[in-house]
Every structure is written in structure tokens, then in C-alpha cells.
T-cell receptor, first 109, second 115 residues
Framework: GQNIDQPTEMTATEGAIVQINCTYQTSGFNGLFWYQQHAGEAPTFLSY??LDGLEEKGRFSSFLSRSKGYSYLLLKELQMKDSASYLCAVLDSNYQLIWGAGTKLIIKP | ETGVTQTPRHLVMGMTNKKSLKCEQH?????MYWYKQSAKKPLELMFV???????ENNSVPSRFSPECPNSSHLFLHLHTLQPEDSALYLC??????????????FGPGTRLTVL
């Protein structure tokens, strides 16, 4: 079967750095997405990786290793507004998105 | 504002009621999706429409009936639901439903409670 694993919940301190991991086993791979979802709101796109390596976008970076079936989302200089759920999703061989259950990130002052 | 709107935002219904959820996208996309989001579970893809044609139906019970009259509008008709159907129902759109890069834009969702 297809599976996406990510931690259920993480806690970090304002101003710090946090890394949210995602591992996947899917039938084929056509890219990996990270989305952010604040409570009661729509998921919004953060990043897309299809090649190995690190993609940096401001305070957020996303890393991919296809051989290890592994990705992480790195958030720097954490702000209170970064408290949200972070969803990892993989595009499989049929171009269907397979979603993880999300990681709830709690930022403390 | 994401360009994808959903109404109503909240809905409470009895098991014998019939109701409909509406989604509208203003992004010029050709694909639209219905997802179910339950607490602490992955997003569950329910239906996909590409150029108004249904391309996916992931074993969804017949008490959920989608309708896509045009590329901008998507409905989910609900009939004789069960309490376990209570969840957040998200609509999304993308340029199309195939291809290697296919960012989906989500609406804010409808919080459905079935009594």
C-alpha cells in the first residue's frame, strides 16, 4: 500500500528552528508537496520538490531524498503565526496526490 | 483569498436530510476535487473532475453525489448521511488533473456535522 508518515505534533519556541520530517512509500514518484493549514482555514501551498536537494524560499526550506523516500520542511526564525498543521503529499505514478495526516506545529513564546 | 470559495462554511444536518455543498473557483482551472478531512487523518480524495468529466471516484458511498456543471463550479449532494460522515469537506482546483506539477488551490472547507 501507499503510505506517508509524519509526526503528529511538534512544539518549538519562537525565534528557533524546527524540522518536520516526512517519509513515504508510494507506487512511483512524481514530486512531493508541502502545504500549510491554519486551524479552520484552507491548506495553502508551500513548496514542491521533484529533484534531490534543498529548495529554499525565505524562512522555509524543503529537502528531498528520493533514494531514501524522505523529505523535510525546515522553518527558521519561527513566528507565532507559523503555528499550523503542515501536510506532506506525494504525487504517485498515476499523478494522484497521496497525503500524510499532517504535523501540528505549536509555537511557544 | 485563495480564489476558491465554498458554501456553506458550516452545516448541521440530520441523517434523513438532503443538502448540497457548493464550490466555485475563479482561477480559470480545468480540474476540481472534493476531499474529506477528518481529525488526525490524511486528506481523503473523494472525486476528481477534469474538464467537467469525472475521472476519479475513490470508492465513495452513493450517499455522496458530485455534480460539475462547468469547469468553475462543483457540487456535492448529500443524502441520508451517517454520523461518521461528519468532517471538513474541502474543495480544490488545479490547472488540470494530470502532469508532473499540479499545485492544488483549496477552498476554506465546509464543516459538516451529521446528527
Amino acid at each position: 500500500g501507499q503510505n506517508i508518515d509524519q509526526p503528529t505534533e511538534m512544539t518549538a519556541t519562537e525565534g528557533a528552528i524546527v524540522q518536520i520530517n516526512c517519509t513515504y512509500q508510494t507506487s512511483g514518484f512524481n514530486g512531493l508537496f508541502w502545504y500549510q493549514q491554519h486551524a479552520g482555514e484552507a491548506p495553502t501551498f508551500l513548496s514542491y520538490n521533484v529533484l534531490d536537494g534543498l529548495e529554499e524560499k525565505g524562512r522555509f526550506s524543503s529537502f528531498l531524498s528520493r533514494s531514501k523516500g524522505y523529505s523535510y520542511l525546515l522553518l527558521k526564525e519561527l513566528q507565532m503565526k507559523d503555528s499550523a498543521s503542515y501536510l506532506c503529499a506525494v504525487l504517485d505514478s498515476n499523478y494522484q496526490l497521496i497525503w500524510g495526516a499532517g504535523t501540528k506545529l505549536i509555537i511557544k513564546p | 483569498e485563495t480564489g476558491v470559495t465554498q458554501t456553506p462554511r458550516h452545516l448541521v444536518m440530520g441523517m434523513t436530510n438532503k443538502k448540497s455543498l457548493k464550490c466555485e473557483q475563479h482561477l480559470g482551472h480545468n480540474a476540481m476535487y472534493w476531499y474529506k478531512q477528518s481529525a488526525k487523518k490524511p486528506l481523503e480524495l473523494m472525486f476528481v473532475y477534469n474538464f467537467k468529466e469525472q475521472t476519479e471516484n475513490n470508492s465513495v458511498p452513493s450517499r455522496f453525489s458530485p455534480e460539475c456543471p462547468n469547469s468553475s463550479h462543483l457540487f456535492l449532494h448529500l443524502h441520508t448521511l451517517q454520523p461518521e460522515d461528519s468532517a471538513l469537506y474541502l474543495c480544490a482546483s488545479s490547472q488540470d488533473s494530470s502532469g508532473a506539477y499540479n499545485e492544488q488551490f483549496f477552498g476554506p472547507g465546509t464543516r459538516l456535522t451529521v446528527l
